[in-house]
């Protein structure tokens, strides 16, 4: 088991009881996305967690795909799909990088809180890119420290060598942008609350 994945199993069952920390803006991401749904669609969630989002969004898509790097994190998904009775939703333990996909196969891919997370989040972004069908959506929410608390840099090493942090990686907004862009992704829709919060992103493959 990686370091990261031990990380997320160790905090699972904390993360699950967690409360979301501002629910209106969940909920008008969770809005927003739906505009870009079709009851036929197939979509990947890329670090769904504990599952939460794939079963709020399973009412509304043909079949979700919902991946995750912690085996801990995967079983509460599944238990809560099962309370609550959703059927198109395949939970599997993977990372972005053992994800076999065939090219322009999918409709949506959701990575939400996660691109800050990867060791390469261009190398993620392009594997996106070649998943999903043209004029498909890359739905994303991600913390850029890059444009608050640049001195995270220096902290991050630190905190995951102590076990304290997971893997973290600092950009802004922009460096962002710029990687979807540049790898042939059209951004549809932007939103920050504040700029202190994640980064809500829509991008189109072009």
Sequence with gaps: MSQTSAFWDKVAERYSKKPVADEAAYQEKLRV?????????????????????????????????????????IRIAEDKAVAAKIDNIAFE????DDLEVADQSLDVVLALSVLHLLEDR?????????MLKKDGVFVTST?????????IKLLAP??????LMPLLRVFTVQELAESLTRAGFAIDYQWQPEKSVAVFIVARKR
């Design 33 to 73: 996305t739906r505009d870009y749904f079709q009851p036929d669609m197939e979509v990947l969630e890329i670090g769904c967690g504990t599952g939460s989002t794939a079963i709020a969004h399973a009412p509304f898509a043909k079949h979700i795909r919902a991946t995750d790097i912690s085996p801990k994190m």
């Design 158 to 163: 630190i905190g995951r060598f102590l076990g």
């Design 93 to 96: 333990v993977s990372s972005i």
């Design 122 to 130: 261009d190398e993620a972004i392009a594997n996106v890119h070649k």
């Design 143 to 151: 913390v850029c420290l890059g444009d608050t608390m640049k001195f």
